[in-house]
């Protein structure tokens, strides 16, 4: 039975996820060291990447070509997400926008250059190729398989006239996920027959290529949720893909990143366990077998996720990992030196740190990029020092101190997984578990969307759920003229609005919508600033506001609405803003965070 959350604890974990998080934070540094201090030492720095959309940008693959010729790829709220580094800086390359993800990268030459990832259409998912012609980016037609979802996420090029791509595709619900192997020959994308063992769900996530007749990929197969079988190589001999053993030490694991050397000289990386903990996992070929290869753990849950090699005893392998709290995921970083694997300590600029994709150039000039709090992560290794930091990036404005949470034990998986677009993602646990309960579900059977917006009728659905409010049913009828009985979220918004807990629009918010007052907009995405003045009105705090009435942040003046609940919280510690001065209040709420606020609620006591 869910336990019904008291007023504070609901408080306290929308504050800590939805706004703590926003406030960039110094990297642990040792006691009495200076951050700003240039250092002639090896070691990793952070450097400023922009992020040009509107909120929640990632990079989630990169390539280099040389010192100053690297590209990096990803997504945010607005579409595709191209990023290039010229030597001095990085900056936004325009590319065509689609409602989807650029995953992988790869460069031939400096006019030549290909992206890959997937795009939703009519809800469908299409694979997605982008080609750099060096003066652009275009989109080039390339297969989709499956009548339901593709997806291509990885890219690996030999010459301009062969490249791989790898992924997976679906036909529909009850149907298994299969690997999906596309090739270009100068000409057009082909799809290559892979193997896809069992009857489950199989998928490749990396690839790497030593030569025409030499390419392999790395993934999960038989898996009974996508991504809860065993690690699954396949090699490409010149005339078709085989299957290739590999080994999965116990439980579940499955490998996301493969780098090549030489044909004996191998590696690839993901991770293992029985739901928790999750471990590392290194494997390696050495021409006759794949054999898994000693790594260290840094928390409780750990997510290799790429890897990029030089020479044998110069390897790099990038993820993320954390605790108790997933909320504080860090960045992890692991280095092969010819003997062993070692941890090699690198930044946290914020909270939910990961590193996604790593490209090495040589043993003293690596770059790693991904996510931090709510944008982009580049950072990069040299041998030669850090130097000082590279003005414009992250601030090391302090984090609002928060009180911690109690310790408590992440549960593991409950019920198979359904979703295929979670496994990796930062929140898996809280959306496996909010959905083995019933509270939450999928855009469609086996999907959830977790980079979608949350809806208000989404919101209120799950937050009484989460507090386990009784439900209510108005007995003259639908208070809100757009929430009939038979909207889906009917019950939870007559239930939330009885309990005081959500509110509908006045007037003229009903108007500007197209609506009839009183409306509730149950279709649109909440945001930032409807969630602070929730937070604001739950807590019953004396509403504040500046001395002479002046504003906190550049983008809330004291004409906005919600301007008295934002400088309320902010005064109170509850909320801040970003680097920039700005609190972007319109922002959107992510699907996966909408879902960590609910299951934060349940476990904590």
């Known amino acids: 039975m869910m336990r019904k959350l008291g007023t504070v604890s609901l408080i306290a974990v929308i504050s800590l996820l939805l706004f703590s998080g926003m406030a960039t934070s110094t990297s642990s540094q040792a006691a009495g060291s200076d951050p700003h201090k240039p250092t002639d030492a090896p070691c990793w720095s952070v450097v400023y990447s922009p992020n040009p959309g509107s909120g929640g940008e990632q990079l989630l693959g990169v390539a280099a070509m040389s010192q100053s010729d690297i590209w990096a790829v990803g997504d945010n709220y607005d579409g595709t997400l191209v990023e290039h580094w010229d030597g001095s800086s990085w900056s936004v390359v325009s590319s065509p926008s689609y409602n989807g993800y650029l995953y992988g990268v790869t460069a031939i030459s400096q006019s030549d250059a290909w992206a890959v990832g997937n795009y939703s259409s009519g809800g469908v998912y299409y694979t997605l190729v982008e080609h750099w012609n060096g003066t652009n980016w275009t989109i080039v037609p390339s297969p989709s398989p499956g009548s339901s979802y593709n997806i291509l996420n990885a890219v690996t090029a030999i010459s301009p006239s062969e490249v791989w791509a790898v992924g997976d595709y679906n036909n529909g619900s009850g149907t298994p996920h299969s690997t999906l192997a596309e090739q270009w020959d100068g000409a057009g994308w082909t799809v290559i027959p892979s193997p896809s063992p069992g009857n489950l769900d199989n998928y490749l996530k990396g690839v790497t290529a030593i030569s025409q007749g030499n390419v392999w990929a790395v993934g999960g197969a038989g898996s009974s949720g996508y991504g809860y079988g065993g690690t699954l190589v396949e090699h490409w001999d010149g005339t078709s893909w085989s299957f290739a053993p590999s080994p999965t030490p116990s439980g579940y694991g499955a490998l996301s990143g493969v780098t090549a050397i030489s044909p004996n000289d191998i590696w690839a990386v993901g991770f293992y366990g029985n739901g928790s903990p999750i471990y590392t996992l290194v494997e390696h070929w050495d021409g006759t077998r794949w054999n898994v290869v000693p790594s260290p753990n840094l928390g409780t849950y750990n997510y290799p996720l790429a890897v990029s090699a030089t020479s044998p005893s110069d390897i790099w392998a990038v993820g993320w990992y954390y605790n108790s709290d997933i909320y504080n995921s860090k960045a992890l970083v692991e280095h092969w030196d010819g003997t062993s694997w070692n941890v090699i300590p690198n930044p946290h600029p914020g909270v939910w740190d990961q590193l996604i994709g790593v490209a090495a150039i040589s043993g003293s000039d690596v770059w790693a990029v991904g996510m931090y709090s709510f944008g982009t992560l580049v950072e990069h290794y040299s041998a030669t020092g850090c130097g000082t930091p590279t003005p414009g990036g992250p601030t090391n404005t302090p984090a609002p101190t928060n009180t911690p949470a109690p310790t408590f034990t992440p549960q593991p998986t409950v019920c198979p997984n359904p979703f295929v677009d979670i496994t990796t993602n930062i929140f898996f646990h809280a959306i496996n578990y909010l959905y083995c309960r019933g509270v939450v579900n999928g855009l469609d059977p086996t999907h959830y969307s977790p980079a979608g917006t949350s809806t208000r009728g989404q919101f209120a659905k799950v937050v009484v759920l989460g507090f386990g409010t009784p439900f209510y049913t108005p007995p003259s ?129």
């Open 477 to 605: 009828g639908q208070s809100f003229t757009d929430v009939p009985p038979s909207y889906f979220a009917y019950v939870y918004i007559e239930t939330g609005f009885h309990y005081g807990i959500l509110s509908g629009f006045d007037v003229n918010g009903c108007t500007a919508h197209g609506a009839t007052y009183p409306c509730y907009l149950p279709n649109i995405p909440i945001t930032r600033a409807q969630l602070t003045k929730l937070v604001v009105g739950a807590a019953h705090y004396p509403l504040f506001t500046p001395t002479g009435g002046g504003q906190t942040f550049s983008d809330v003046p004291n004409t906005n609405i919600f301007y008295v609940s934002i400088e309320t919280a902010h005064s109170k510690g509850v909320i801040n803003g970003y680097p920039d001065g700005t609190f972007r209040p319109n922002n959107p709420i992510r699907r996966d965070e909408m879902a960590q606020i609910v299951y934060k609620g349940v476990i904590t006591p």
